[in-house]
């Protein structure tokens, strides 16, 4: 089990959340080419370590919000309403 | 035929039963050369396929296959064994169609035997829009000529006895895609199977190499990493070996490794958990996945049932189990044949899945001429094992993407033009 801290909720079940992944930069959709947009859609880095992530606290406060969570331990630092 | 190492035989087991001599090893141990023509990262059953037809094929024999553990370690060794080809896409329908062919057939070519067991594959439908996506797959099955229909409860009924078909359940069943040539096979076998054939035609096998490094040169990334580069080789824990062709065929740490070649991939990384039971009498005939309760099951040989599940929501690396998953499951069997409750689970485990935004694979050549993936495999790698190493020895060999394969291309992604198979391959929907 996961225990996610939600900064208004407090420490929830990782299940009553959702994740939303980690967080990319958005090129400017004005500007941005299709290829652009579609590498930021779909391409991640994925990796085996500390990454910062939005969350959704689907059945709290629903809120989105960001944490740093570690991909190999599950070990988490803080979150921030965003 | 070529037969592949030593033949296994009721004699056999009788002078070695009676004898206290020892089994021959089925694989050799070499010593790493510096240079290979093909060095393939994973010795699972994909990196051990393409290697064997690399060697069968195209007479392609100083290979390598590179583990950072022992074979068969990975996915290839925590899936629950099932094959079958009746997805939605067309694309995926003659892919794992030609992976069913060649299991088929598999026992004789590898002179193995590797329990494939044709038995009959059912996905329930709970629900009319369920029952819709199983009317699509079985007609983009039958104009491929893939054995698929569509039956209702009374004949899901007939086919497993023990199933709950009443009215009065939560998700009461509809009716099923009924698919005939699905089925389950000894999975350790094939992954044994295809070392040994592989090793007998020259290929090394090099256990607990673990790669730490993909070298390049001239990409428009660091260190030469990135587009328009080639790779030169790998660094590993065992020193440097050079390869103008590398082959990325791991499951779990793709992203990772494909990153040392500075190639970006449409992946997240999810654990799936699975469970098996204690042994009893044999009486579920066929395979049966729902995709309502989240579970797919058969019974093994042995008389174990095997469970599944869809993958974990959160993205981790981290392997082990959640009492979640148990609860979960063991409510959703039960919805199904309420006649096992007094049955005791004897373990449960956990395997990584590389999810991609189409839930089809990656396959083929990249933006980094020599570096291939054979990544992204999901929930549906074991199926698509032997058909993958086929299609990627062809692409390595001719420096062309197989036919089979160019639909799954990376660069679809930038390209937009997806393979969508989350109908026909996830049954977290």
Redesign the interface.
């Known amino acids: 089990?996961?225990v996610v801290p939600c900064p208004n909720c407090g420490p929830r079940n990782?299940?009553d959340l959702?994740?939303c992944?980690e967080i990319t930069s958005r090129p400017d959709p004005a500007t941005a080419s299709?290829?652009e947009w579609?590498?930021y859609?779909?391409?991640?880095?994925?990796?085996?370590g500390w990454v910062t992530e939005t969350w959704y606290c689907r059945s709290g406060c629903r809120r989105y919000f960001t944490i740093e969570r570690n991909?190999?331990?599950?070990e988490i630092r803080d979150s921030e309403v965003s | 035929m070529a037969k592949h190492g030593y033949t296994y035989s009721a004699g056999k087991l009788l002078k070695h039963g009676l004898s206290s001599g020892a089994w021959p090893r089925m694989w050799r141990r070499p010593e790493a050369r510096s240079s290979y023509d093909v060095a393939i990262i994973g010795g699972g059953l994909h990196g051990l396929a393409t290697a064997y037809y690399l060697a069968k094929e195209h007479g392609i024999t100083n290979v390598a296959v590179l583990d950072k553990g022992y074979l068969g370690g990975g996915g290839s060794g925590r899936n629950t064994a099932i094959v079958r080809s009746n997805y939605l896409t067309p694309e995926g329908v003659a892919f794992y169609d030609r992976s069913l062919d060649l299991y088929n057939t598999m026992a004789q070519d590898l002179n193995l035997n590797v329990m494939f067991s044709r038995r009959g594959h059912l996905t329930l439908a709970h629900t009319d829009s369920a029952l819709r996506t199983m009317h699509w797959r079985a007609e983009v099955n039958k104009l491929q000529g893939i054995d698929s229909s569509v039956i209702d409860e009374h004949e899901v009924k007939k086919q497993a006895p023990s199933l709950d078909t009443s009215k009065d359940t939560r998700y009461p069943i509809l009716g099923a895609l009924y698919h005939p040539p699905g089925g389950i096979v000894r999975h350790d076998a094939v992954v044994w199977g295809y070392a040994r054939a592989a090793d007998h035609l020259g290929v090394h096998l090099l256990q607990e190499t673990e790669v730490l490094d993909i070298l390049c040169e001239d990409g428009e990334g660091p260190e030469g990493k990135g587009a328009g580069g080639r790779v030169t080789g790998v660094r590993t824990n065992r020193g440097d070996i050079s390869a103008p062709a590398v082959v990325n065929c791991t499951a779990g740490?793709a992203?990772?490794l494909s990153?040392m070649a500075g190639v970006?991939?449409?992946?997240?990384?999810h654990p799936l958990q699975a469970a098996v039971t204690e042994p009893c009498k044999v009486f579920l005939p066929t395979v049966v996945v729902s995709g309502s309760l989240h579970v797919y099951v058969s019974q093994t040989d042995r008389g174990e049932l095997v469970f599944g599940a869809s993958v974990d929501?959160?993205?981790?690396?981290?392997v082990n189990g959640?009492?979640?998953f148990t609860e979960e499951l063991a409510g959703h069997v039960l919805e199904l044949m309420p006649g096992i409750s007094k049955m005791r689970l004897l373990r449960q485990w956990s395997g990584l899945c590389d999810m991609t935004?189409d839930y089809s694979p990656v396959m083929g050549t990249t933006q980094v001429d020599g570096y291939f993936v054979d990544v992204g495999w999901g929930t549906y790698g074991f199926k698509a094992g032997p058909v993958a190493g086929e299609t990627m020895a062809e692409t390595i060999a001719t420096g062309r993407d197989a036919d089979l394969i160019a639909p799954f291309h990376i660069s679809r992604?930038?390209?937009?033009d997806l393979v969508g198979e989350k109908g026909a391959a996830a049954v977290g929907h």
């Open positions: 089990m996961i990782s299940s959702r994740p992944g299709l290829s579609r590498t859609l779909y391409l991640r880095e994925n990796p085996a991909t190999a331990t599950n | 740490w992203s990772l990153n970006t991939l449409p992946i997240t990384t929501p959160v993205g981790t690396y981290r959640t009492l979640e935004p992604f930038t390209e937009g």
